[in-house]
């Protein structure tokens, strides 16, 4: 049975988790562990987002049905699990304000559920399974109910098991209703890293890797990093040989995955790497004229990659990191960790230009076309000149000033250090996975100051579920932030939405082997 919160009991979990309770009202969302009803529960967090509602807000409905597919990645043709018959699907659109309704018919053989990432939430419909709800089972269903809290780019996938590592993932856009549209064109673009369907499975990855390492307990669930030496590389399965970006190469059928910017920069040598969910043979082609301006929302949705992208040609005005604005900053190229998500706005010249978002440390890439002329467009293996030039890390711009946290000091310091190994391949935050993991006390309207601190040679985008933290020194709004190796990230948040909160690394495979129990507090 599960714990009720109290004002004193929050959970960091996921080999991390972090929870915030303060009120009796929160205390009763613990009951989460328990079937839900179809409608919003009537707790704390639901009055807090009556609030939020705009006097013309909308309901905004939409089904999803997770099931066995087979979807056509421009050529090769995968049976996975999906929302839909292609990966370009579904978007779901609201403006701020508005009542968000999803239900989830389960047509999988085994659980799921969907994680709203990035978006601050009512608790219990966080998407947590076996900590903000029981999962839903197969042949089941669930509804998700929440008010579209700020304005920015989101995404939503599972957290159940390495089901994010197939085609169950889709992008929420909650539009702010003040924003005039200074552009012509918006285009939605999602980074993804593809195994399912090509003779591996994910789970076929994960049991390698602990093969590998000689670790053959039952995959769970944990998030920390390598423990290698401090500035070695690692090798992973099933490489494809060397490239390029630093560091990178062959060694006996194992790729080598560094990175000037990462350090170690991923356990797993994918086949594909896409952009919308097409290979780069078969690219998707974004249309525009010379002299329009494009935004372009960028996703990392992949499992284990990190993203360097750039359009050829082109500089990218970054406006938006995590769904909120920064100082508007100029650069090559930019880098985004798995979860993140950037937009950036691009005033287009004449051609046929090549979108490509390289597989940093690995071999590999993904490619889109921006078409604004007729022409031949470039082949399918283009490296833009920009990518090896400026290239951004988006923790360091400092946020707009419409959303900059006060300076305060914080009540309270939680320091969380990143740990684990390649063999046994297992994953801990403070040194425990998230089953033996003691919950992080907080109480409610604190601020709170997280220290990230990465003691192995892997880099992990650390994710806090409920909140939108600014990192210390530059200021950036984020909920995902990249910690690379032998470094600290520090963060602050206010704890202001009442519930239990998962941190954790977002590498399905550093959290999938580190969770080796439920939590239950």
């Not at 915030?20 to 009763?28: E, P, Q, V």
């Not at 009542?99 to 989830?104: G, K, S």
């Not at 604190?446 to 992990?460: D, G, I, K, P, Q």
Request: proline share 7%.
């Amino acid at each position: 049975m599960t714990p009720a919160i109290t004002r004193r009991r929050l959970l960091v979990g996921l080999a991390g988790t972090v929870g915030l309770a303060g009120t009796a009202a929160a205390a009763r969302a613990s009951g989460a562990l328990e079937p839900q009803a179809a409608g919003p529960q009537a707790d704390l967090s639901v009055h807090v987002e009556v609030a939020r509602h705009r006097r013309d807000s909308a309901t905004v409905t939409a089904t999803l049905n997770p099931r066995p597919v087979t979807i056509d990645l421009g050529g090769p043709k995968v049976p996975t699990w999906g929302y839909a018959d292609d990966l370009a699907r579904p978007l779901i659109r609201a403006r701020a304000g508005d009542l968000i309704r999803v239900d989830v018919v389960n047509d999988l053989p085994e659980d799921t559920s969907i994680h709203w990432h990035g978006v601050a939430l009512r608790n219990d419909m966080d998407g947590v399974p076996g900590l903000t709800q029981a999962p839903i089972p197969s042949g089941g269903r669930h509804r998700y109910e929440f008010t579209a809290p700020d304005p920015g780019t989101y995404f939503y996938h599972p957290h159940t098991g390495l089901q994010l590592d197939r085609a169950l993932y889709g992008v929420l856009v909650i539009d702010d209703p003040q924003d005039a549209g200074d552009y012509d064109h918006e285009w939605i673009v999602v980074l993804d890293d593809w195994v399912d369907g090509t003779g591996r499975t994910p789970e076929d990855v994960l049991a390698a890797l602990t093969a590998m390492a000689g670790h053959g307990d039952t995959p769970g669930m944990d998030h920390g990093s390598t423990g290698d030496t401090p500035g070695t590389g690692h090798g992973a399965m099933d490489g494809t040989g060397p490239g390029d970006m630093g560091g990178h190469g062959d060694m006996g059928g194992m790729e080598m995955m560094t990175s000037p910017l990462l350090g170690g920069a991923g356990d797993v040598a994918y086949p594909h790497y896409l952009i919308n969910g097409r290979v780069p043979a078969a690219p998707v082609t974004f249309r525009a004229r010379p002299g329009q301006r494009a935004r372009i929302r960028l996703v990392n949705a992949g499992s284990d990659t990190a993203f360097r992208v750039a359009l050829g040609g082109h500089r990218l005005t970054v406006t938006h990191t995590d769904g909120f604005p920064v100082v508007p900053t100029t650069a090559d190229a930019v880098l985004l960790g798995m979860g993140e998500r950037v937009d950036v706005m691009v005033e287009l010249n004449d051609g046929v230009f090549p979108l490509v978002a390289a597989a940093e440390g690995k071999t590999g890439q993904g490619l889109a076309l921006v078409r604004t002329c007729a022409g031949d467009p470039p082949p399918a293996t283009a490296w833009p000149a920009e990518l090896d030039r400026d290239v951004l890390l988006t923790h360091t711009l400092p946020a707009a000033d419409s959303v900059a946290l006060t300076r305060k000091r914080p009540d309270r310091v939680h320091r969380l250090v990143l740990g684990g190994s390649m063999m046994p391949y297992r994953w801990t935050i403070n040194g425990v996975t998230f089953g033996h993991a003691d919950p992080l006390l907080v109480e409610q309207g604190e601020r709170v100051r997280l220290e990230f601190v990465n003691s192995t040679t892997m880099f992990h985008p650390m994710h806090l579920h409920g909140h939108t933290f600014a990192v210390t020194g530059s200021g950036t709004r984020k909920d995902t932030v990249i910690v690379i190796p032998n470094r600290t990230v520090t963060v602050d948040f206010d704890a202001t939405n009442p519930g239990r909160w998962m941190t954790h690394c977002h590498n399905v495979y550093h959290g999938q082997t580190g969770r080796d129990c439920t939590n239950n507090g």
